[in-house]
């Protein structure tokens, strides 16, 4: 069974830091992975989608790598500002025909001014 | 486009009553996700659709929950009786793909609470 752990759990850092959120897994047989991030009371926006053979992703100023046969993947977001305040879930998806996303619990992250 | 439409956003509800949610995906979309997400347990995925057909309901909790799909521009999850751990924010998402091929777009959610 998949499960998903983020480190770290919630991160306070003040505006223009470079930040890296990690993310493991402990089936390293998945489809891909996405990173998601979720506002308080909202749904889930993607940020990035990582396909297996792909060691990483960029878009703007984050960029996520993937390194499947160790079960882990990074969110980096580069000069990080408070609109970048949210919570931060990864899913990995499992290649065996399941095909579901298993969350992570995510990383709360505060960008204070 | 709108995005994924649930309705309703909150549900306010007492043990034992029944309970519907709904969504509308987006147009073109033919995979259809229910999430549910609680504080204890996280996101976990419940059921989905492809083509209006359920593929995977491994994630329903128990019989008291059933979703159904009866065009491709509706869908509908029933909690029958509802009970107070019941309680948790629920998803609808949609993809125009697979799992993994294309992202899956989510909904605002409906937050309910049972009493």
């Known amino acids: 069974k998949q499960e998903v752990t983020q480190i770290p759990a919630a991160l306070s850092v003040p505006e223009g830091e470079n930040l890296v959120l990690n993310c493991s897994f402990t089936?390293?047989?998945?489809?891909?992975l996405q990173w998601f991030r979720q506002d308080p009371g909202k749904g889930l926006t993607s940020l990035l989608l990582?396909?297996?053979?792909?060691r990483e992703q960029t878009s703007g100023r984050l960029n996520a790598s993937l390194d499947k046969s160790s079960g882990r993947s990074t969110l980096y977001i580069a000069a990080s500002q408070p609109g970048d305040s949210a919570t931060y879930l990864c899913?990995?998806?499992?290649?065996?025909?399941?095909?579901?996303?298993?969350f992570g619990t995510g990383t709360r992250l505060k960008v204070l001014a | 486009d709108a995005g994924v439409i649930q309705s309703p956003r909150h549900e306010v509800t007492e043990m034992g009553q029944e309970v519907t949610l709904r969504c509308k995906p987006i147009?073109?979309?033919?995979?259809l996700f229910w999430y549910r997400q609680t504080m204890m347990r996280g996101l976990e995925l419940l059921i989905y659709f492809n083509n209006n057909v359920p593929i995977d309901d491994s994630g329903m909790p128990e019989d008291r929950f059933s979703a159904k799909m009866p065009n491709a521009s509706f869908s509908t999850l029933k909690i029958q009786p509802s009970e107070p751990r019941d309680s948790a924010v629920y998803f609808c998402a949609s993809s125009s793909t697979g799992i993994g091929e294309e992202t899956q777009y989510f909904g605002p959610g409906t937050r309910l609470l049972v009493l």
């Open positions: 147009s073109g979309h033919d995979y």
């Open positions: 990582i396909q297996s053979s792909q």
């Open positions: 899913a990995p998806v499992g290649a065996s025909g399941t095909y579901k996303y298993i």
């Open positions: 089936d390293s047989a998945i489809y891909n």
